[in-house]
């Protein structure tokens, strides 16, 4: 058996030297492993797979088919044409007439021979694709036919080592090679010939280029186009050779001269994506810009932005940041989150913790350390302490021994004053993103904001979609605007902008115009979708029509596009991208690489495909990066392509690494694990994580937040089987409803007693005493508070009942509590006043003081107190 034959046929003519080598006859060649496969150089997960399934056809004694590709491309949708970025290079030898005419053709042949072999070799371990030997030149694909997030840095380097690997060629006479480069957008056609000859039609101005910047190449030089350069940035040293003229190209074409790699940048590192040109928004810009200035004299303004998803809010605020970049100031940014409408003061705890520089390896002294180095400055101790408290650090708020209100408040206050010092020394931008996914405490921090900075040198900006009702318009500081959508003028010039040098057809930009209604970042979709169609228009209807309408919030034509994009980044990738999904709108680089069970190479590869896409953002080097979607809808996108079955699968997996290698956490953030256990259907253990989340926000007086906890795990309950542990987890769950409905809305309000109610039924079932008292004791609130005083008196009598069966202090002090007030204000006094008495007598405020979470929202002891003060007054005893 002709092993390099075989090789070829398969295409993979580029692994011939190293089977050579490794002397791979037809008997070794059938019992090859994928870690064989490894060693002998086949990096990619898909080659080796090919090469596996056609060993085995091999063992089953099938004949390879000597004139056709693998079976398991002829079936692939890449054999049609498809539009694709590559980067090309051509080699060739220097002087090769010179050469034939002083060798003997054999020798010649020799010579031939060994510099093709070693094209291969070299080619084929930066994973280039050969595409056509021409005599003394080679026409070599990197992207093609399969892609990485780094083919031009690839052909970079392979080109390099050919150039050395050529140099070092043991020949009769010493060879030369000059090796030209370019990247840009192709159309590649059909496959061309059989067998060893085939090849892959490629259209495009890009192998003309590559072709003609190799003939700027001195002997053993490496010329890459401009193109590749942008690629690689400063992965290498190179020499600027100008603008060439160069046959067929109408303009001149900058070309570089590859010196070296330079050492000096990592591949991994975070690159911002180029912006989308800011079109239609000239008026918004300069209005945003006038009140910078004003706000620079410290006459503190706030902008608020509404506008529809995708309608240019963020990319309105890059704009002026990047219009303001050149003067003093500081930018702050508070990000609010879908995932975290009900995390207490999310916003503030991100921009806090990734100012500070935390690291998830940092013990929780490092922590306050990074934390305190950040934020003591100007500040009085104890306001660190509460910010501390605040990002669940080691902390010594409670010895501040205040009340949770209070406490509340000069949180509120240290955090103000935080930005109040930042202003001190140079202006702030601040641009609070998203408001319509604020949680409810943030909220109230922001209305606090609004109403400081006009006192101090900020310009804060305020992003929100339509359904949020923005509290702050009408004040002189404050200034509205809404983005409208473009007009059609506006999109086809967006659209030509996007599009660049691209020949799109005034059909086509018809076409996107009408269907991305204005919406500046549908047209930016679709016009990237269209893009790598450009050529064949026929095919649009196609795009827009790739999948039904979602059941997500994603407009079809959207949608549509952005599958498109999906499926064309590759099956793994596309994997990676629904994972990041089911994580959320943002996710670390720690987080996903547990989830996804890849190797780390595929994983990376994987994200940097898409950061290249244009689907995410990345911020940092793996592992220590976190990664972006572009926008929501982009996201949803993504999550929607997931069967069910499948979405409940990851965020099972994402559920068990969170209790897992995130424990800490789940533990702070029991919401984030209750939202995927809910999505993966273990809603029990849902419904416990629901109500841990409830109770400790709760506990941090976040009660609006407490409230949408627990009625989301109430919600479930009906999804449980009928039984003891069901009714024990309802009324735990309406226990704390109660208390936090007459937080939030008041001990008269309906919520009160309907949440009562049903637990006290549910509690006198199962017999549980410490239940019961509690619902009796909710229902005696709502009955006081209406006025409804022979009712009340019924529940206390009840409560004291209750309480006199066992020995707990805590319900005999509640007992009386409803005792005295009851009495109180149906003008029982004596009795009234001998109730607080006794409640004084069993009060232990170590003990009791966490009761205010309980019953009533307040303190017994003090209300004992001030309830007696009060009774002795009316009773005729002022001097007690």
């Given at each position: 058996?002709?092993?390099?034959?075989?090789?070829?046929?398969?295409?993979?003519?580029?692994?011939?030297?190293?089977?050579?080598?490794?002397?791979?006859?037809?008997?070794v060649?059938?019992?090859?492993?994928?870690?064989?496969?490894?060693?002998?150089?086949?990096?990619?997960?898909?080659?080796?797979?090919?090469?596996?399934?056609?060993?085995?056809?091999?063992?089953?004694?099938a004949?390879?088919?000597?004139?056709?590709p693998?079976?398991?491309?002829?079936a692939?949708?890449?054999?049609?044409?498809?539009?694709?970025?590559?980067?090309?290079?051509?080699?060739d030898?220097?002087g090769?007439?010179?050469l034939?005419s002083?060798?003997?053709?054999?020798?010649l042949?020799e010579?031939?021979?060994?510099?093709?072999?070693?094209?291969?070799?070299?080619?084929?371990?930066?994973?280039?694709?050969?595409?056509?030997?021409?005599?003394?030149?080679?026409?070599v694909?990197?992207?093609?036919p399969?892609?990485?997030?780094?083919?031009?840095e690839?052909a970079?380097?392979a080109?390099l080592?050919?150039?050395?690997?050529i140099?070092?060629?043991?020949?009769?006479?010493?060879?030369?090679?000059?090796?030209?480069?370019?990247t840009?957008?192709?159309?590649?056609?059909?496959?061309?010939g059989?067998g060893?000859?085939?090849?892959?039609?490629?259209?495009?101005?890009?192998?003309?280029?590559?072709?003609?910047?190799?003939?700027l190449?001195?002997?053993?030089t490496?010329?890459?186009?401009?193109?590749?350069?942008?690629?690689?940035?400063?992965?290498?040293?190179l020499?600027?050779?100008?603008?060439?003229?160069?046959?067929?190209?109408?303009?001149p074409?900058?070309?570089w001269?590859?010196?070296?790699?330079?050492?000096?940048?990592?591949?991994?590192?975070?690159?911002?994506?180029?912006?989308?040109?800011?079109?239609?928004?000239?008026?918004?810009?300069?209005?945003?810009?006038?009140?910078?200035?004003?706000?620079?004299?410290?006459?503190?303004?706030?902008?608020?932005?509404?506008?529809?998803?995708?309608?240019?809010?963020?990319?309105?605020?890059a704009a002026?940041?990047?219009?303001?970049?050149?003067?003093?100031?500081?930018?702050?940014?508070?990000?609010?989150?879908?995932?975290?409408?009900?995390?207490?003061l999310?916003?503030?705890?991100?921009?806090?913790?990734?100012?500070?520089?935390?690291?998830?390896?940092?013990?929780?002294?490092?922590?306050?350390?990074?934390?305190?180095?950040?934020?003591?400055?100007?500040?009085?101790?104890d306001d660190?302490?509460?910010?501390?408290?605040l990002?669940?650090?080691?902390?010594?708020?409670?010895?501040?021994?205040?009340?949770?209100?209070?406490?509340?408040?000069?949180?509120f206050?240290?955090?103000?004053?935080?930005?109040?010092e930042?202003?001190?020394?140079?202006?702030?931008?601040g641009?609070?993103?998203?408001?319509?996914?604020?949680?409810?405490?943030?909220?109230e921090?922001?209305?606090?904001?609004?109403?400081?900075?006009?006192?101090?040198?900020?310009l804060?900006?305020?992003?929100?979609?339509?359904?949020?009702?923005?509290p702050?318009?009408?004040?002189p500081?404050?200034?509205?605007?809404a983005?409208?959508?473009?007009?059609?003028?506006?999109?086809?010039a967006?659209?030509?902008g996007?599009?660049?040098?691209?020949?799109?057809?005034?059909?086509?930009?018809?076409?996107?115009?009408?269907?991305?209604?204005?919406?500046?970042?549908?047209?930016?979709?679709?016009?990237k979708?269209?893009?790598?169609?450009?050529?064949?228009?026929?095919?649009?209807?196609a795009?827009?029509?790739?999948?039904?309408?979602?059941?997500?919030?994603?407009?079809?034509?959207?949608h549509?596009s952005?599958?498109?994009?999906?499926?064309?980044?590759?099956?793994a990738?596309?994997?990676?991208a629904?994972?990041?999904?089911?994580?959320?709108?943002?996710?670390?680089?720690?987080?996903?690489?547990?989830?996804?069970?890849?190797?780390?190479?595929?994983?990376?590869?994987?994200?940097?495909?898409?950061?290249d896409?244009g689907?995410?953002?990345?911020?940092?080097?793996?592992?220590?990066?976190?990664?972006?979607?572009?926008?929501?809808?982009?996201?949803?996108?993504?999550?929607?392509?997931?069967?069910?079955?499948?979405?409940?699968?990851?965020?099972?997996?994402?559920?068990?690494?969170?209790?897992?290698?995130?424990?800490?956490?789940?533990e702070r953030?029991?919401?984030?694990?209750a939202?995927?256990?809910q999505?993966a259907?273990?809603?029990?253990?849902?419904?416990?994580?629901w109500?841990?989340?409830?109770?400790?926000?709760?506990?941090?007086?976040?009660?609006?937040?407490?409230?949408?906890?627990?009625e989301?795990?109430?919600?479930?309950l009906?999804?449980?089987p009928?039984g003891?542990?069901?009714?024990?987890r309802?009324?735990?769950?309406?226990?704390?409803l109660g208390?936090?409905?007459?937080?939030?809305?008041?001990?008269?309000?309906?919520?009160?007693?309907?949440?009562?109610?049903?637990?006290?039924?549910?509690?006198?079932k199962?017999?549980?005493?410490?239940?019961?008292?509690?619902?009796?004791?909710?229902?005696?609130q709502n009955?006081?508070?209406?006025?409804?005083?022979?009712?009340?008196?019924?529940f206390?009598?009840e409560?004291?009942?209750?309480?006199?069966?066992?020995k707990?202090?805590?319900?005999?002090?509640?007992?009386?509590?409803?005792?005295?007030?009851?009495?109180?204000?149906?003008?029982?006094?004596?009795e009234?006043r001998?109730?607080?008495?006794?409640g004084?007598r069993?009060?232990?405020?170590?003990e009791?003081?966490?009761?205010?979470?309980?019953?009533g929202?307040?303190?017994?002891?003090?209300?004992?107190?001030?309830?007696?003060a009060?009774?002795?007054w009316?009773l005729?005893?002022?001097?007690?």
């Amino acid at each position: 058996m002709d092993i390099a034959a075989w090789l070829r046929d398969l295409g993979f003519a580029q692994y011939e030297g190293a089977f050579r080598d490794n002397d791979i006859d037809a008997d070794v060649l059938r019992r090859l492993t994928a870690d064989d496969l490894r060693e002998l150089g086949v990096a990619s997960i898909g080659h080796r797979r090919r090469l596996l399934d056609a060993i085995a056809l091999l063992s089953e004694g099938a004949a390879m088919p000597t004139e056709a590709p693998a079976p398991a491309e002829a079936a692939a949708p890449a054999r049609e044409a498809e539009r694709r970025q590559i980067t090309v290079m051509f080699c060739d030898l220097v002087g090769s007439t010179a050469l034939a005419s002083r060798l003997d053709p054999e020798d010649l042949r020799e010579v031939i021979g060994a510099y093709h072999r070693v094209v291969a070799e070299t080619v084929g371990r930066f994973a280039g694709f050969v595409a056509k030997y021409m005599g003394d030149g080679v026409l070599v694909y990197f992207g093609y036919p399969e892609a990485h997030e780094d083919d031009a840095e690839r052909a970079v380097r392979a080109g390099l080592a050919l150039l050395d690997a050529i140099a070092r060629l043991d020949t009769p006479e010493k060879l030369q090679i000059h090796v030209g480069a370019a990247t840009g957008l192709v159309v590649v056609g059909d496959l061309i010939g059989a067998g060893a000859s085939q090849e892959r039609g490629v259209v495009g101005e890009t192998p003309n280029l590559a072709a003609r910047v190799e003939g700027l190449a001195a002997p053993g030089t490496l010329v890459i186009a401009d193109g590749t350069r942008r690629h690689v940035g400063a992965l290498f040293d190179l020499e600027d050779l100008g603008a060439q003229p160069l046959a067929g190209f109408a303009e001149p074409q900058r070309a570089w001269r590859v010196i070296g790699e330079s050492g000096a940048v990592s591949r991994f590192e975070a690159l911002r994506s180029d912006a989308t040109p800011l079109v239609g928004r000239e008026e918004e810009l300069e209005l945003a810009l006038r009140r910078w200035q004003q706000a620079k004299t410290g006459e503190g303004r706030v902008v608020l932005v509404s506008g529809e998803p995708g309608i240019g809010k963020s990319r309105l605020t890059a704009a002026l940041s990047d219009m303001i970049a050149d003067e003093p100031h500081t930018r702050l940014r508070w990000f609010c989150s879908p995932h975290h409408q009900d995390s207490v003061l999310y916003p503030t705890i991100a921009r806090i913790e990734a100012a500070a520089g935390f690291a998830r390896g940092d013990a929780a002294d490092q922590r306050r350390s990074k934390a305190h180095t950040l934020l003591s400055s100007g500040g009085a101790d104890d306001d660190f302490e509460l910010l501390a408290e605040l990002l669940s650090l080691p902390n010594a708020a409670a010895a501040l021994n205040i009340s949770p209100q209070r406490k509340r408040e000069r949180l509120f206050e240290a955090l103000l004053h935080q930005l109040a010092e930042l202003s001190r020394h140079k202006p702030v931008l601040g641009v609070f993103e998203d408001a319509h996914w604020i949680d409810p405490t943030s909220r109230e921090l922001l209305d606090l904001m609004v109403e400081r900075v006009k006192h101090l040198p900020v310009l804060l900006v305020i992003t929100f979609r339509p359904e949020f009702q923005a509290p702050w318009g009408g004040q002189p500081h404050v200034t509205s605007f809404a983005l409208n959508r473009l007009g059609g003028r506006e999109v086809g010039a967006l659209v030509l902008g996007i599009a660049g040098n691209a020949p799109l057809g005034s059909e086509v930009v018809a076409e996107i115009v009408e269907r991305t209604d204005g919406v500046p970042l549908f047209v930016e979709e679709l016009t990237k979708a269209v893009l790598e169609h450009v050529g064949q228009e026929d095919r649009l209807a196609a795009v827009l029509s790739a999948s039904p309408v979602s059941a997500l919030a994603v407009p079809a034509t959207l949608h549509a596009s952005l599958t498109a994009r999906l499926d064309r980044i590759g099956s793994a990738a596309r994997e990676i991208a629904q994972i990041g999904a089911v994580l959320g709108r943002e996710f670390s680089y720690e987080l996903i690489e547990p989830v996804a069970q890849r190797p780390e190479a595929e994983l990376r590869a994987g994200l940097g495909l898409l950061t290249d896409a244009g689907l995410l953002f990345c911020r940092g080097v793996p592992p220590q990066s976190s990664y972006l979607f572009k926008h929501a809808l982009v996201q949803d996108t993504a999550y929607g392509t997931l069967l069910r079955t499948r979405r409940q699968e990851l965020h099972a997996r994402v559920a068990e690494v969170l209790q897992g290698d995130f424990a800490d956490l789940a533990e702070r953030q029991p919401e984030l694990l209750a939202h995927h256990l809910q999505a993966a259907g273990a809603n029990d253990r849902a419904v416990e994580q629901w109500l841990k989340a409830g109770q400790r926000a709760a506990g941090k007086l976040a009660h609006p937040e407490a409230i949408a906890h627990l009625e989301r795990g109430l919600a479930l309950l009906s999804t449980l089987p009928e039984g003891p542990e069901r009714d024990d987890r309802e009324i735990e769950l309406r226990l704390a409803l109660g208390v936090s409905y007459i937080t939030v809305r008041g001990m008269s309000s309906p919520s009160v007693p309907e949440a009562y109610a049903r637990s006290r039924e549910l509690a006198e079932k199962r017999g549980n005493e410490r239940q019961r008292f509690q619902a009796t004791f909710g229902l005696w609130q709502n009955k006081g508070a209406l006025g409804i005083t022979r009712d009340a008196r019924v529940f206390s009598n009840e409560l004291l009942q209750l309480a006199g069966r066992g020995k707990n202090d805590g319900f005999h002090l509640q007992a009386h509590h409803s005792a005295w007030t009851t009495g109180f204000f149906r003008g029982e006094l004596t009795e009234a006043r001998a109730h607080t008495i006794e409640g004084s007598r069993l009060y232990d405020p170590e003990e009791h003081h966490s009761h205010r979470f309980i019953y009533g929202g307040h303190d017994p002891g003090a209300c004992a107190v001030y309830t007696a003060a009060q009774l002795d007054w009316f009773l005729g005893f002022p001097d007690r």
